[in-house]
């Protein structure tokens, strides 16, 4: 009862962050002005009154992305207003003199009528990359940035909050099922135990920081200030660097454990269908050493590392093997699949911690209540107790013995 | 709680060894490879 009611207070919290994330998403845009050296600052800043600061900000605003803050306050009424029929005029022009007077200025227009050039060429520069001189694509990464991964990363982890803590509140925990028999059996080993909590530690460590990296710009600086959080951010860069290491060694390191026995089988899809038996009381459906949902968050752990390794090192190695251009978009896409991969092992953290009775110690010590193997990985218990199955690795588990329930 | 403490330490062991690895990989890496660059002294275009 007490842990459903923490759950129901964690989801009210959760649903506030969730109310922010949403007034921050459908919000107007926001722009920061730039005042240094415009209001009286330290001694060497020059000093100015309020109408240059309003000048400069309304100079900022000129920069907005029109696409979403529409046309310019210094555009005129353009000469299609609209309901402007195509032949009228004041002087009675026909139509295809009104065409024709916009085909005169074609050439003196066609600077401002087209769309933003990409300009490259070879620069005096050292550098390959400078020879980029414009590059309208860095509009459409910054919004991206700015809008969808910015705002996407509050609704997915506070959306999984959320909706991980009112599933514990509408369901309580997950019972065994059946009553503790006294006796355990081992379910991981030692190594597949430690190797699991350097690659816990290590994507704990990753996505800390990584999170630090991704709003330093957008909530870092407003809330410590422009030195702070430039250090904290600066630190959390070489530590989310040094951490690369052990995360892959554990991931390839489980992909040797478990890959074989993370294959699809025909426990599965029944599995699947009844929600691993997790929305009622009845006996859950049967499983092999890892159960449909096991698999699925062993194959997003696999792919998630993948991508991240591969978009990490293009990152770490900037210009080595693309340009700016490709480079903006393997930012958004490390920043997007590390926000997924969070909210991912956010539901396995809840699910092998508070959601089900008895999970933690599989990982923990290693061995878990007989009566907790039959209930939730029938198939498994039954093969590793089988007499074949003596002596054997423990991974298919050893006989039950008569050690008593931890 | 054993295998805990060793993932964690061997977490953080290789997070500091990677880290001075990265510090030597820096500092012996060419400059081509970031976007920081030098100009040659008789360089007219350098400040």
């Known amino acids: 009862m007490i842990v459903r009611v923490l759950g129901g207070l964690v989801a009210l919290a959760f649903a506030?962050?969730?109310?922010?994330?949403?007034?921050?998403?459908?919000?107007?845009?926001?722009?920061?002005?730039?005042?240094?050296?415009?209001?009286?600052?330290?001694?060497?800043?020059?000093?100015?009154?309020?109408?240059?600061?309003?000048?400069?900000?309304?100079?900022?605003?000129?920069?907005?992305?029109?696409?979403?803050?529409?046309?310019?306050?210094?555009?005129?009424?353009?000469?299609?207003?609209?309901?402007?029929?195509?032949s009228p005029g004041t002087t009675g022009e026909s139509g295809a003199a009104l065409v024709n007077s916009w085909l005169a200025n074609e050439n003196a227009d066609a600077g401002i009528?087209?769309?933003?050039?990409?300009?490259?060429?070879?620069?005096?520069?050292?550098?390959?990359?400078?020879?980029?001189?414009?590059?309208?694509?860095?509009?459409?990464?910054?919004?991206?940035?700015?809008?969808?991964?910015?705002?996407?990363?509050?609704?997915?982890?506070?959306?999984?909050?959320?909706?991980?803590?009112?599933?514990?509140?509408?369901?309580?925990?997950?019972?065994?099922?059946?009553?503790?028999?006294?006796?355990?059996?081992?379910?991981?080993?030692?190594?597949?135990?430690?190797?699991?909590?350097?690659?816990?530690?290590?994507?704990?460590?990753?996505?800390?920081?990584?999170l630090v990296l991704l709003y330093n710009k957008n909530l870092l600086v407003s809330w410590l200030g422009a030195e702070a959080a430039s250090s904290l951010t600066s630190a959390c860069l070489f530590i989310h660097l040094a951490f690369i290491a052990p995360f892959l060694i554990g991931v390839g390191l489980m992909a040797v454990l478990w890959l074989g026995q993370n294959l699809p089988d025909r426990y599965d899809w029944p599995w699947l269908k009844r929600f691993g038996g997790m929305l009622g009381d009845g006996e859950h459906p049967p499983a092999a050493r890892f159960n449909a949902g096991q698999k699925i968050i062993f194959w997003g752990v696999m792919l998630g590392a993948l991508v991240e390794a591969a978009s990490g090192f293009t990152l770490i190695y900037p210009f080595f093997w693309t340009d700016v251009n490709i480079l903006q978009w393997v930012l958004i896409g490390h920043a997007g699949v590390g926000l997924l991969f969070i909210a991912m092992i956010m539901g396995h953290i809840y699910i092998g911690t508070v959601g089900m009775v008895g999970a933690i110690h599989a990982m923990w010590s290693g061995r878990v209540d007989t009566a907790w193997a039959k209930a939730h990985h029938s198939v498994w218990y039954a093969r590793a107790t089988s007499p074949e199955a003596a002596g054997e690795h423990p991974g298919s588990g050893h006989r039950p013995d008569p050690a008593p329930a931890e | 709680m054993t295998t805990f403490l060793t993932g964690l330490a061997l977490a953080l062991a290789l997070a500091v060894a990677s880290g001075f690895a990265e510090q030597l990989l820096d500092e012996s890496t060419p400059t081509a490879f970031y976007t920081q660059y030098t100009y040659p002294p008789s360089d007219p275009v350098a400040d």
Do not use: C
């Open chain 1, 113 to 210: 009528l087209r769309e933003a050039q990409h300009l490259e060429g070879h620069a005096s520069l050292p550098a390959a990359q400078y020879g980029v001189l414009e590059q309208p694509e860095g509009r459409d990464f910054r919004r991206t940035h700015n809008g969808l991964i910015k705002d996407g990363g509050g609704w997915l982890i506070f959306g999984a909050g959320f909706l991980l803590a009112a599933f514990l509140l509408l369901r309580g925990r997950v019972p065994i099922g059946r009553s503790s028999e006294g006796t355990t059996i081992e379910r991981f080993d030692g190594i597949e135990r430690t190797n699991h909590w350097m690659t816990a530690v290590s994507f704990l460590a990753l996505a800390l920081t990584g």
């Open chain 1, 16 to 86: 506030e962050l969730l109310v922010l994330t949403a007034i921050e998403t459908f919000s107007p845009p926001t722009m920061v002005v730039p005042t240094n050296g415009v209001i009286a600052g330290p001694a060497d800043d020059i000093p100015a009154d309020q109408a240059a600061l309003d000048a400069l900000a309304a100079r900022t605003s000129l920069q907005d992305y029109r696409g979403d803050t529409g046309p310019s306050p210094d555009a005129g009424t353009g000469v299609l207003a609209e309901g402007t029929p195509l």
